[in-house]
């Protein structure tokens, strides 16, 4: 059980690293959009090419975890995050884009890894909690990267804040190496790395129905969760005429519930509920808060929309740890890894493919409600698929 703990906890941050790196540019993207007289455009698009290159380099992950380990996959995945802010620290625009593509690369396998270890150590009874207190490195990376980015920025630069803070991946990959003997004792040195057998494990998933099932499920709630991310506060601001400093605050307050959310619907995964009836649950609660947001009109009350974003926090933002319990619990032995690969290429496909389809219909239509109803009517009928009986595991 201390490993299980030590493993966690170790994971929950690499967890957050992740989070944070992909963040850095936007967060400290007025400045750099003035030292460069830049389109504001342009972060956005940096967003979202981090977030495409994270998406193909998940592809390949569970055969790189099983021939070199999960830890040293991890620790690989914290280190070119680590080179990609330093490369972004040297100051051109091609050394940002550099960077970024960089970190691409290290978040992909991140959540991969972390499964593969997690899904070997816990126990079966306890399994959605654990993965759920690991996601919580998500919401709290977005905290890290909100808090530490603006501080560092008051004490140094632009570039000194992207150093420091690949200066912590890097120490922290160092530190995590006294447990690679323990946690890649399962690897696979003879393994091959060729092109086929890294899209394995993508054909593997897509030929059973369960695992299809899931990341599908997992690229829709992702979208969702995305996109009252990228669009609740304008929706706020810009839609409604609320200021920025109350918009950001119902925000805020959203992510503190995916925070707590994300331990208590593991908690009841493990111990009260399975984990298809949970997400069916959270599935077709997000997809009616996210309904509930389109009727958010000028006359609602600020108590009103703060208790909103909070149901919509602990259900769209709460569901992921349970989510990746159940892949994990549907992998074939020692897969776990693989299949969460697969997962997480649809949940990025979820990041680019839903904030597109909403910021396409608020450029052409100007409302912001019928992208929300829009995204809440396509997530209704997948939460509604768990309510059936789960098939046999894949094998």
Sequence with gaps: MKLVVLSVATMLIQQAFATMAPLAIPLLGPVVVKVFDLNPGYIGGLAALTYGIGMVSAVGSG???????PLRVAQLSLIFCAVGLWIGATGSIASILLGVLIVGIGIGPSTPASSHILARLSPPGLAPLIFSIKQTGVPLGGIFAGTLFPYWLGLVDWQGALLIAGTIYFVFALTIQPLRATLDDDRDPTRRLTLGAMLDSFRFAMRHPVLRELAIAHCVFTGLQITFGTFFVVFLTAGLGFDLVFAGFAFACGQGAGFVGRIVWGWVASRFLSTRLVLALLGV????????????????????IIALSVAF???????????????????????????????????????????????????????????????????????????????????
């Design 285 to 304: 609660s997000m997809a009616v808060a996210g309904a509930a947001v389109a009727l958010i009109d000028g006359d609602w009350s600020k108590e009103a």
């Design 313 to 395: 926090g602990v259900t769209v933002i709460g569901f992921q740890g349970v989510m990746l319990a159940e892949v994990a619990r549907n992998a074939p032995p020692g897969g776990a890894g693989d299949v969460t690969g697969v997962a997480v290429v649809f949940a990025y496909g979820g990041m680019v493919i839903f904030p597109g389809i909403v910021g396409a219909i608020v450029g052409l239509t100007g409302s912001y409600e019928t992208g929300f109803l829009l995204v809440a009517a396509v997530t209704l009928p997948v939460g509604l698929l768990f309510f059936r009986p789960a098939r046999a595991p894949a094998r």
């Design 63 to 69: 055969s790189v975890i099983r021939k070199i380990g």
